[in-house]
């Protein structure tokens, strides 16, 4: 053979070889079509994405937002591992995200490369939950009333009002934001209203407020004896996200009436701007934040005074963790449920013998997906890092991506078992696992028989 036709049958081969490449590169395709997938929270999310004729040279990637990165083929990167996982099943890539919660909404990419991929929508839905601002009002006839009920749901509930047993006044105006407004009330408008709101998915939810209405006083009647006022709050922590609109109330009460007025941090609030504004009824006082900012976090003090005297209640608002719910349990075991609307990070779990005064030691733990029940995130730990016989004194705090948040607003006293009652659940494990190794033998002798050895 010449060394002409060598060339000539080489480069023949090679261009054979590269047109096999390039059609099969051609040939690689997604075959899947990008969908809108809607899951109620808690369940296993299943997003498929099916190539076709794919070679395993070719990476599969899944990206979040198409920003993050969250697979390349079955490598989760670090800051996903263990919580998703993509499981091949032939040509189909799956991405697997177990126990979805509200901010596992987003959009979720496969993709080849640049040209070759697909977006699917994943909508994780919540059943509306509806809460009203008051528990009741207790207000005088011409006075204007204001009662928001605040729902939560995925998709964002609408609100509607009712009036049970009768029809809601004809002068009522129910706002898209669920506020329910009554203007110059009457006595005849008094009675139980609840707050309806649904959102397609799951149950309608409701929540009821009692409404008092009380003619006016007549000069010449008896007149109620004076005194300093009284004033409460149903929420004395408040857990936002920036760009919220918040709504702060307290109930006061007193005689002479009243004057209420907002502070924030201690200083007095500028309510002159659209952005916070207050309304002032007979026995109640709102304040309204829209659009919320950091700079507005902090601590709202609602005052309340007249000739009598004066007194004040305290609102904390913020996007950091509120103070945690502290309960003990049995076996050295305690339990907190932490208000958030921003994923929790991490717990710190503080302690102290219970003859000290300062929290100088603590453990932290890292927070799951798990810990998430909508708003509040419950964890339970045993307290097997104290040592036993002795009587602590225990704190917690929660932190996300705002920071560490208030620590619970009483710590709890916890008793821890002593060496004995530790030996005793050591022997009973140690006789169960002695039991069962027993048995080993007679289970093998047992097998070896019946198998006909």
Aim: charge should be negative.
């Amino acid at each position: 053979m010449t060394k002409i036709t060598s060339i000539v049958i080489l480069s023949f081969l090679l261009a054979i070889s590269l047109a096999t490449f390039i059609t099969a590169a051609e040939d690689i395709t997604i075959t899947t079509k990008g969908q809108v997938f809607t899951y109620e929270a808690g369940q296993e999310a299943e997003l498929p994405c099916q190539v076709q004729d794919s070679n395993k040279d070719y990476p599969v990637i899944w990206k979040r937002n198409e920003d993050k990165i969250l697979f390349i083929d079955e490598e989760a990167q670090e800051e996903f591992a263990g919580k998703l996982e993509v499981r091949k099943e032939n040509s189909n890539n799956l991405l697997i995200i177990s126990k979805i919660a509200p901010y596992d909404s987003a959009n979720y990419t496969c993709m080849l490369n640049d040209e070759i991929k697909i977006m699917h929508k994943l909508v994780v839905i919540v059943p509306p939950k509806v809460t009203i601002s008051l528990n009741s009002v207790l207000t005088r006839q011409g006075e204007n009333v204001t009662v928001r009920c605040f729902g939560t749901g995925e998709p964002r509930p609408t609100i509607d009002w009712r009036r049970i047993g009768k029809e809601i006044p004809n002068s009522a105006a129910v706002l898209k934001d669920g506020t329910l407004q009554l203007p110059l009330i009457n006595v005849s408008s008094s009675g139980t209203y609840e707050c309806i709101g649904s959102n397609k998915y799951g149950k309608n939810a409701t929540a009821r407020i009692e409404i008092t209405v009380n003619a006016r006083e007549e000069r010449d009647g008896n007149m109620k004896e004076e005194a300093i006022p009284t004033v409460e709050t149903n929420k004395t922590y408040i857990s936002v996200n920036e760009g919220d609109k918040v709504e702060l109330v307290c109930r006061y009460d007193g005689n002479p009436s009243p004057e209420a007025n907002w502070l924030i941090n201690s200083f007095s609030l500028n309510v002159t701007t659209e952005s916070a504004k207050f309304e002032n009824g007979y026995s109640y006082t709102t304040l309204t934040i829209n659009n919320i900012t950091a700079k507005s976090f902090g601590d709202y003090i609602c005052r309340v005074s007249n000739k009598m005297g004066q007194v004040q209640t305290q609102i904390h608002v913020s996007a950091a963790p509120g103070p945690p719910a502290l309960t003990v349990l049995e076996n050295n075991e305690i339990q907190w449920d932490v208000e958030s609307k921003q994923p929790i990070k991490e717990y710190k779990v503080l302690y102290r013998p219970a003859n000290e005064d300062k929290f100088n030691s603590f453990q932290t733990f890292r927070a799951s997906k798990d810990d998430q029940r909508g708003d509040i995130w419950h964890r339970t730990i045993k307290l097997d890092f104290l040592k036993p016989d002795t009587e602590y004194e225990i704190q917690v705090q929660a932190r996300n991506g705002y920071g560490w948040g208030s620590n619970a607003r009483n710590y709890v006293k916890v008793k821890t078992s002593s060496q004995e009652e530790k030996k005793t659940e050591k022997t009973n494990a140690n006789s169960a696992m002695t039991a069962v190794a027993s048995s080993l033998p007679l289970l093998i002798i047992s097998g070896y028989i019946f198998c006909g050895y």
